[in-house]
Structure formats: structure tokens, C-alpha cells
């Protein structure tokens, strides 16, 4: 096989098959006055998956960010919303079907408003 060949049959390979990328998921924002605002994804997959969850007020800014999580096997993860005002955006290693996430407003230990993450 020549070099060219090679180099042909490389570049198909990248263009059918695509570039592997992190799924990304967003909720809207929400408002929760006196009450607790949560951003929690679900594993629903068979395996581990690595899972970042990034909160971020009404401006844009960055109010927490949980790294890179390592979720086990249908357990969740959570990451409370900076003056509970704002959005969350969960970034996945591998297709978002594999997860559940969204924001919830709680009062007390009861969810009251909940919106999914698309």
C-alpha cells in the first residue's frame, strides 16, 4: 500500500466515522426564592461514565463546577445552584442517552419544579 493510499484511506475513515465528542446537555434557566436549586444527571447505563456538571448564573458566569465525576452505574450526581438563580450544563464523554439530567427546585426534601436538560 502506498503512502498516498494510506493517507486517502485514513482521511475516509475520519469523515464517515466522525471525530469522538463529548455530548453536551443544557437545562433553561430557573429562579427558586427561598427555596434550594439543584442540578442532578442520572447514569441509566450499564457502565461507569465520567460526567462534569458546570452551574451558571443569570449572566453567564460560572458558579460551580464539579470537575470530572466518575458516576457508577445508575447513581446520580448533584451540584447545587449559586443563589438559586441560573442554568446548568452537564458535559459527558460519551451520548447523552445514556443520561437523565435536569434542574429542580426544592423545598425541603421535596422537588416542586423540575425542567430536563436537552
Known sequence: MT???LL???????IIGG???AAELSTPT????ATALWC???NISSVV???RIRAYNESGTITADSGDVVVG???????SVSNGRGHCRFTTVNSKTLFRASINVYDG??????LPAQ
Open 3 to 5: 503512502s498516498r493510499t
Open 8 to 14: 486517502a484511506t485514513t482521511a475516509l475513515v475520519f
Open 19 to 21: 471525530s469522538a465528542r
Open 30 to 33: 430557573m429562579v427558586a426564592s
Open 40 to 42: 442532578n444527571i442520572v
Open 49 to 51: 461514565q465520567t460526567v
Open 73 to 79: 452505574t445508575r447513581a446520580t450526581l448533584w451540584q
Open 109 to 114: 426534601g421535596t422537588v416542586i419544579e423540575s
